[in-house]
Nanobody, 121 residues
Framework: QVQLVESGGGLVQAGGSLRLSCAAS????????MGWFRQAPGKEREFVAV???????TYADSVKGRFTISRDNAKNTVYLQMNSLKPEDTAVYYC???????????????WGQGTQVTVSS
């Protein structure tokens, strides 16, 4: 049993910042890949960022240099710091986790409920 709960979404003006949090419960997830996906209106879900258990990080090109993923293994929590937000960042953001890095990057097993991020121009 793995449960993921996101928080930190909201409404922000273009150029602003938000910090998303994802708290995991259940079995220990220190060796799981944990990351973020998003789904914008009329679009399919897309990869945003992932944090490997051994501290490797991968970002989508669209957010590289603006977003930063981090995790606190002791708290089983992953964060997404989003800076210089753009209207095109508007989406529902989902936390995700998987024992496998490859699946965590492409099709994770566990998902949170999502949190809405809206960026106004």
């Amino acid at each position: 049993q793995v449960q993921l709960v996101e928080s930190g979404g909201g409404l922000v003006q273009a150029g602003g910042s938000l910090r998303l949090s994802c708290a995991a419960s259940g079995r220990t997830l220190s060796t799981y890949a944990m990351g973020w996906f998003r789904q914008a209106p009329g679009k399919e879900r897309e990869f945003v960022a992932v944090f490997r258990w051994n501290d490797g990080m991968t970002y989508a090109d669209s957010v590289k240099g603006r977003f930063t993923i981090s995790r606190d293994n002791a708290k089983n929590t992953v964060y997404l710091q989003m800076n210089s937000l753009k209207p095109e960042d508007t989406a529902v953001y989902y936390c995700a986790a998987d024992p496998s890095y490859s699946r965590g990057r492409t099709n994770p097993t566990y998902w949170g409920q999502g949190t809405q991020v809206t960026v106004s121009s």
